[in-house]
């Protein structure tokens, strides 16, 4: 029996403490929209994530059956992958699509190159589950908090060396240097005046100790977003998220290196850390990733995020009441979420009803009509 080119999935959602409380997450409200599982909203839990592609960690299932999309996938990888993925990115989706909801800074971390993670999977595989890249893209769904490297006024090796120094000072001089830190005057901070707030919010979520929140302030650049926006982050660039609701994707692994924002035991090697910092990106320009009109749009409501990598796009499509998009068929899979609204999808012969959490998979080769009354907002990543 030939299977289904377009079917519904389920997503998984975690726990971790960074996420937003009970209703408040985003990433559990979509969740809790999809039929027939077993998933509701407690008021006093975190939810920080929502993933729904076929990585073994918090995996997608179909939604009809239970099964793992992984299975799907492998039982019909040449009409549900694709020879451009079987051939190119080892017959598995080459992304891992994720929503996030973030009420306090995630982890000051980085992801390594596909060289260190190799390396790393052979030397710890249980702690490295893959030995792939992880560089990725994040867009906006409402106001979002970002920290990235530093301006340019420093070279990329005085940056390495003051985080190194920074991330590996005793606690007691941590605590002292933000303290001093935060008497300094608006005006002396100038363009950094933003440090004056954003100290004692991060002391509040992880202590007076914490050497990230130095690293945080003084090696980096704090950057505000707004629904639509997009950043890229390359491999091996410093990072951390520290609040909004973010769409993420990324290439296909789950590798990471925490340095601070986290507790003690969850660190990894600070030596290690900073000799793998690149420093790709200095200024605002550097992480933005602006949107372009998809070349598979024939109403033009959809618009295309490419980051400079090769396993996927991200697209966008907004409808208006009473509007229409169609899409062509492309080389690669796709999985999308209405992330607002509701509507009607046409494909595969088929009519699908959606409504805002509704997660779809779709084949290559698959084209894609999507109608609204009262309008429908749907973020996907393509091969």
Known sequence: MSPPLVFQLSGTCNNYPWGKKGKQSLAAQLCAQTPGIDFHIKDDEFYSE????????????????????????????EKLLGKKVIEKFESQLPYLPKILSIAKALPLQLHPNKELARKLHEEDPSNFTDPNHKPEIAVALSKFEFDTEQTEKWTDETLRTVTRNLLK??????????TELSKVSKDQLGEAAYILELLPRLQDQYGPEDAGSLVALLCMNFLVFNPGDAIWIPADGIHAYLAGDIVECMARSNNVLNVGFCPPGDRNNVDL????????????DDVYLPSQKSDKSKKGKTVVYRPPMSEFDMLRTELEGGESEE?????????????KGKGVMHADSKEFQLKEGFIFFFAPGVSVKWESQDGMQIHMAVA
């Open 169 to 178: 000072s005793e606690l007691e001089t941590v605590k002292q240097v933000q």
């Open 327 to 339: 899409l062509t068929a492309g080389e690669g899979p796709g999985v999308f979420i209405v992330t």
């Open 50 to 77: 929502m993933w729904f592609g076929d990585y073994p960690d918090f995996p997608a299932r179909k939604l009809d059956t239970g099964e793992l999309l992984a299975d799907v996938l492998q039982q019909n990888k």
């Open 273 to 284: 850390f900073t000799k793998t910092l690149t420093f790709k990106a200095h200024s605002r």
